[in-house]
Structure formats: C-alpha cells, structure tokens
C-alpha cells in the first residue's frame, strides 16, 4: 500500500515541473496570469483527494470509526495531552488547505483561499457518509 505522502510528493513535483521551479515564491509569480487550478485540474483534484486521505478525513477515516468503538488515545490521553492531539489533526488540515492554495490559487489574499478550502474540508466531512468495513468489503 502507498502511502498518501508519496502521492502527495508526486502531484507537488508535477506543479513544480509545470513552473519550472522548486521555490513556491516562483510558483506563486507563474501564478499571475491564470491560476494553476485550470490548466492541472486533474492533479488538484488528485491533489485533494489525496490530502483528504493523508488527514484521516471522511470517506478514508476507516481506521477510526468514533461512533463504532472506544478508541485508545481518546480513554488514554486526557484535558491536555487530548486538545493537543486533536489541535495536531486540524493543524494538519490548516497544512495541506495552505499548501494547495499556494500551489494551485496563487498566494494572494491566502489566508481568505485557505479559509476557503478549510471549509472545503469540513463541508466533505459534513457531506459524505462514512464508509464502513463491510460495505468496503462489498466493492471488491
């Protein structure tokens, strides 16, 4: 199984290939004219996706099902160390929102776009339902 950062590694190293450039200060000045977002909409969508799996966000939360069992951070961990867990998961959700907007929307008003795909985030949690292992089970 491939893990989620090599497909998130791969699809940066496509846009930095489509800019010519490692820097994100570069991929945000070849940015100016048209937003990356059009010409690589495959790779964003990808891109999302992946990110959506890499922070354990529906419809890829199967290792964690909150309503189906006692999990053993949440009895073990208590008041602190349990905020800092789950402030690490939604940091990582400011992570990849910040990082696709830089690659994709360009870099201004990027606390606005960032915002913009947070709530992208938490709408597709709102939206899809999570799949359970015996319907994943019933695909294959």
């Not at 930095?16 to 945000?28: D, H, K, N």
């Not at 199967?62 to 690490?88: C, H, K, P």
């Amino acid at each position: 199984m491939v893990s989620y950062e090599v497909s998130i590694g791969l699809l940066f190293l496509c846009v930095c290939l489509c800019c010519r450039s490692l820097s994100l200060l570069e991929i945000v000045k070849v940015q100016e004219g048209v937003w990356l977002a059009l010409p690589l909409f495959p790779i964003m969508v990808m891109f999302f996706v992946s990110a959506l799996a890499e922070t354990n966000r529906v419809p890829f939360d199967l290792t964690e099902g909150e309503s189906e069992l006692v999990s053993g951070f949440n009895v073990e961990y208590r008041s602190f160390l349990f905020a800092m867990f789950f402030l690490a998961e939604y940091i990582h959700i400011l992570l990849m929102s910040v990082l696709g907007s830089v690659l994709f929307f360009g870099g201004s008003f990027l606390f606005v776009k960032g915002g913009l795909l947070v709530f992208w985030f938490i709408w597709v949690r709102g939206t899809l339902p999570r799949v359970r292992y015996d319907q994943l089970m019933e695909l294959l």
